[in-house]
C-alpha cells in the first residue's frame, strides 16, 4: 500500500499563532535570510575571482613571451617569474587540481563558470526576495496582534 503522506512542508497561517509563536517563525526567518545573503555575498566574490581571471588569461599574448611577470603565490605573495609559453595557461579546477589548457580553452572555462553563478545568484536572489516579503508580512501580523492586545481591556 503506498503512503498517503506528502514530503512537502505543511503551510499554517501566521495570523493563526500567538506572539510567541510568531517571534520564532521571525527569528527562524531571520537566521535563514542572514545565511542566504551570506551565500550570496560569497557567490559574487567567486564570481569576481572568475571574472579576474578572464582578464588575466587576456594580459598573457604571443608578444609577452619571455617578459618578467609576478606570479601569484598566494593573495598577498607574488614571486617574479619568465612567461615562456604564451599559447598555454594553467588552470585551477579546485581541489588542488590543475589543468593546462589553451587561452580560449581557458577564458572559455571561466566565462562558463561565471555564466554559472550568475544563473544561481538570480536563483538566490528571488528566494531572498521571497523571504523579505514573509518578514515583511509576518512584521505585519506581529504589529497588528500587538495593536490588538494592547487595545482589549485587561482582565483582572
Known amino acids: 500500500m503506498a503512503s498517503t503522506t506528502s514530503s512537502q512542508p505543511q503551510q499554517i497561517n501566521v495570523a493563526d499563532l500567538d506572539l510567541q509563536q510568531l517571534s520564532d517563525v521571525r527569528r527562524q526567518l531571520e537566521e ?4 542566504l545573503t551570506n551565500s550570496f555575498a560569497q557567490l ?3 564570481q569576481a575571482k572568475f571574472k579576474s581571471c578572464i582578464e588575466n588569461v587576456g594580459e598573457v599574448k604571443p608578444q609577452n613571451k619571455g617578459t618578467t611577470i609576478l606570479v601569484p603565490l598566494t593573495n598577498s ?3 617574479p617569474g619568465h612567461l615562456s609559453d604564451a599559447e598555454n595557461v594553467i588552470v585551477d579546477v579546485g581541489t588542488g587540481y590543475y589543468v593546462k589548457k589553451s587561452r580560449v580553452q581557458a577564458t572559455k572555462y571561466y566565462e562558463t563558470k561565471v555564466e554559472y553563478i550568475r544563473t544561481n545568484l538570480d536563483t538566490l536572489q528571488e528566494t ?3 523571504k523579505q516579503e514573509n518578514m515583511s508580512y509576518l512584521v505585519n501580523v ?3 496582534k500587538l495593536q490588538q492586545s494592547q487595545t482589549q481591556p485587561t482582565k483582572v
Open 128 to 130: 531572498i526576495q521571497k
Open 32 to 35: 535563514e535570510l542572514n545565511h
Open 77 to 79: 605573495l607574488y614571486v
Open 44 to 46: 559574487k566574490q567567486a
Open 142 to 144: 506581529m504589529q497588528a
